[in-house]
Structures are given as C-alpha cells and as structure tokens.
C-alpha cells in the first residue's frame, strides 16, 4: 500500500511563492514516476507537472512552465513543486500522485493520490 500526503499549501499574494511537499510511503517511491495535479472549483482535474524516476526527467503543464518546478528526493522519499511566480489562476487543490504508465498528462494514469492541499493566490 502506498500513502501520500502533500503538504505546504496556504494563502500567498499573487508573484509570491510556495514549495509544496509530497511524502511517500513504501519502500517503491524510488522506482516510481511522480506527478503533480490540480483542481480548481468547478474545474477538472488537471495535470501540473511530473518527474521520472531515475534520470530526473520532468514535464510541464505550458501555464506553469517557466515559474514551477518539480523535484524529487529519494532518500526522504518526497517530491516537491516549488511554485514561483504565482498568480491568482494557480488557486486549486494540489494533489500529487503515484504514476503507473500509460500517458502521463491524464490523471487516469495515475494510481494513488494524496489528500490535496489547498493553494489560493490573491490578487
């Protein structure tokens, strides 16, 4: 069984920053690709960024390119999204998530899901 828990979410000012923090359970975190998703109200689901797990390969959603970053420590078996930048569009809940193949922009792909942290960006 795999659990994750993000954390790191709050209230910033728009061109503020925040680093969101995924925690991993279970001894495969090393060996598993990553992603970050989010959901804003009345939206769907939509996907954020991911990372590979060996060569630190990463991928971007183009209206975060440039301002996140996703990173990962396997050693803590956490991955982060450090979030520069903000703007009051990136308000959503963050979830990160296990990825199990397949395309890695569609949630569907994606296996196991932690609880989400609310990020809001004010203007």
């Known amino acids: 069984q795999v659990q994750l828990v993000e954390s790191g979410g709050g209230l910033v000012q728009a061109g503020g920053s925040l680093r969101l923090s995924c925690a991993a359970s279970g001894r495969t975190f090393s060996s598993v690709a990553m992603g970050w998703f989010r959901q804003a109200p009345g939206k769907d689901r939509e996907f954020v960024a991911h990372?590979?797990?060996?060569?630190?390969?990463?991928y971007y959603a183009d209206s975060v390119k440039g301002r996140f970053t996703i990173s990962r420590d396997n050693a803590k078996n956490t991955v982060y999204l450090q979030m520069n930048n903000l703007k009051p569009e990136d308000t959503a809940v963050y979830y990160c998530?296990?990825?199990?193949?397949?395309?890695?922009?569609?949630?569907?792909?994606?296996?196991?899901w932690g609880q989400g942290t609310q990020v809001t960006v004010s203007s």
């Open positions: 998530a296990r990825f199990r193949g397949g395309s890695l922009y569609s949630a569907r792909e994606y296996d196991y």
């Open positions: 990372i590979s797990w060996s060569v630190r390969i990463t």
